[in-house]
T-cell receptor, first 114, second 113 residues
């Protein structure tokens, strides 16, 4: 199995630009999670999906952030417009279930907003 | 809301010394998971503990789950440079219907060769 795939691995953009991060979960996993990691705030859960349906988006910081999962093998996290404080590593993870099930993380996208 | 704290934030040890990180939750957990993130890498699952007072070992790593299921520890015996990274605990609150995993703040381990 290829594991969770994320693209791009690195993204450098200017403030005000739209940024789209992509994720392909492990086949057969029903849950997909988007996390943001910074030195100051650690690992934060932004949103998660169950069977392509957003379940909890309480971690999404602002309306500038949106996430979609059009099918079981693809999800996007979009930031529009981007701001320098959005600079972070964004991880996508997937799992078979919640709670006690292992989460498998992708390699992450390092976003820098200038 | 539920909080999971880890101490210490950082630990710098000489290779061969032992290391322990502690995880404390504000609420009782149904299980605890531990993850390791190498520098520049992503979190990777290490182990899961479910039972009160449970102890599990993986070679030089010993994991414990507290009797009240609100705290946990990871102990590494005779650290090696390959142990460098950030160790996260994560747990879910059985009273939270969302069953979300809440990750701790992490302990960053540095090992001097």
């Amino acid at each position: 199995d290829a594991g969770v795939i994320q693209s791009p691995r690195h993204e450098v953009t200017e403030m005000g630009q739209e940024v789209t991060l992509r994720c392909k979960p492990i086949s057969g996993h029903d849950y997909l999670f988007w996390y943001r990691q910074t030195m100051m705030r650690g690992l934060e859960l932004l949103i998660y999906f169950n069977n392509n349906v957003p379940i909890d988006d309480s971690g999404m910081p602002e309306d500038r952030f949106s996430a979609k999962m059009p099918n079981a093998s693809f999800s996007t996290l979009k930031i529009q417009p981007s701001e320098p404080r959005d600079s972070a590593v964004y991880f996508c993870a997937s799992s078979l279930g919640l709670g006690g099930d292992t989460q498998y993380f992708g390699p992450g996208t390092r976003l820098t907003v200038l | 809301g539920q909080q999971v704290m880890q101490i210490p934030q950082y630990q710098h040890v000489q290779e061969g010394e032992d290391f322990t990180t502690y995880c404390n939750s504000s609420t009782t957990l149904s299980n605890i998971q531990w993850y390791k993130q190498r520098p520049g890498g992503h979190p990777v699952f290490l182990i899961q503990l479910v039972k009160s007072g449970e102890v599990k070992k993986q070679k030089r790593l010993t994991f414990q789950f507290g009797e009240a299921k609100k705290n946990s520890s990871l102990h590494i015996t005779a650290t090696q440079t390959t142990d460098v990274g950030t160790y996260f605990c994560a747990g879910d609150n059985p009273l939270d219907s969302s069953y979300k995993l809440i990750f701790g703040s992490g302990t960053r381990l540095l090992v001097r060769p």
